[in-house]
């Protein structure tokens, strides 16, 4: 289940052409650095602005400015809440750009995006928190912050993980031991934004022999698709 | 451009409708007479290797530039359709592209500086309009 999720965050349908001058755009490196192919080309001189052209499967899926594009990097980030009435192109952009896939990640930078999502949830205050350490006792060192979260919010936590440690009951936080492999290999972290769907943000990283593989999200459907995932393993 | 009519005055105008037979020709006017096409004639003097589909892409993204709306699928076959059906046989009657309609591919014929000048130009002055 988490394996077909991770999957589909890696867009690999997708290709991205910038037309622009001879300087590269900033969206350019944006797209570089959370994991995005993409490619340019050199309008004429004395052309117009850049632009960005998408496709999907190699047809043709949507263009747009590039400074649009920008725009909606910049907060506050807002999505429509239903992508079914808007187009093809649009919502084949708002995937890439609410989603950052990496190929190597070191377990220090899983620590801060897990840190993020902490803070989010700890600055919301309610809703649910599902987390996967791997094995139950990677959670031992994080445990005093768990109980600072549950202390201080109306979160309902809930702490996933390979049994194979018994960590010290917390109130309002539930622990689930698993005995499948499949959750041994992933690092997960989900916060569904407490009813605020701008606010649901969620990190899928599968641990590789030469690190972790995965994505981090702020589109609020994909995050409801790992924390589905997480609570069907719960017990 | 004071320059280009003392050139021309100078280096006499036969010599010039040799070089660069287009600029006494009508057709070719009329050819230029369409923002689509010498935005189009301006792409492929850059890029050899284009296609009718990344031509209606370059002209529907250049148009959304204009407009800050993202172009659909729709916008961009309607483009295509017109490339296919209108600009590039026209273009292509007046020697000034070469198309292929079994690949997609588009390729500028060579075309003199003074051509190729103009249609920079009228690109530039496009630009600094708006």
Same mark, same amino acid.
């Given at each position: 289940?988490?394996?077909a999720i991770l999957e589909a965050t890696a867009h690999p349908r997708k290709q991205f052409v910038v037309y622009?001058?001879?300087d590269e755009t900033d969206l350019e490196s944006w797209f570089a650095r959370h994991g995005v192919d993409v490619t340019h080309r050199v309008l004429p001189p004395g052309g117009p602005a850049p632009f960005l052209a998408i496709r999907e499967d190699g047809k043709f899926t949507g263009v747009l400015p590039v400074e649009s594009v920008e725009g909606l990097l910049e907060p506050p980030i807002a999505r429509p809440g239903d992508r079914s009435d808007v187009s093809a192109g649009y919502r084949?952009?708002?995937e890439v750009l609410d989603e950052t896939t990496f190929a190597t990640m070191e377990r220090s930078e899983l620590?801060?995006?897990s840190r993020e999502i902490e803070d989010r949830a700890l600055r919301v205050g309610r809703g649910t928190l599902r987390v996967s350490f791997q094995q139950l006792s990677a959670f031992e060192p994080q445990a005093a912050t768990y109980r600072y979260l549950?202390?201080?919010t109306a979160l309902h936590i809930h702490v996933h993980g390979v049994e194979d440690w018994t960590p010290s009951a917390i109130d309002g936080v539930t622990y689930h031991g698993d005995d499948d492999s499949e959750l041994g290999q992933y690092w997960t972290l989900a916060f569904d934004g407490g009813g605020d769907d701008t606010q649901a943000c969620a990190l899928l990283a599968r641990e590789e022999s030469d690190g972790y593989q995965g994505c981090w999200t702020n589109d609020p459907e994909r995050v409801q698709e790992i924390l589905s995932a997480l609570r069907a393993r719960g017990t | 451009m004071a320059d280009d009519q003392e050139g021309q005055s100078k280096?006499?105008?036969t010599a010039d409708a040799d070089e660069t037979p287009w600029l006494a020709d009508d057709q070719f006017y009329r050819a230029l007479a369409s923002t689509?096409?010498?935005?189009?004639l301006s792409f492929v003097i850059e890029h050899s290797d284009s296609t009718v589909d990344e031509l209606a892409t370059v002209l529907a993204g250049w148009e959304t530039t204009e407009t800050g709306a993202m172009a659909t699928v729709e916008d961009h076959d309607r483009i295509a359709l017109e490339l296919v #059906?209108? #600009?590039?046989? %026209? %273009?292509e009657d007046l020697g000034l592209v070469e198309y292929d309609a079994d690949t997609g591919v588009v390729r500028a014929e060579d075309v003199d500086a003074a051509v190729e000048d103009l249609i920079t130009r009228s690109i530039e002055a496009e630009t600094s309009q708006s």
């Open positions: 289940m988490l394996d622009r001058g001879a084949a952009l708002f620590l801060a995006v549950a202390r201080e | 280096s006499g105008e689509r096409r010498r935005r189009l #059906h209108s #600009h590039l046989p %026209l %273009l």
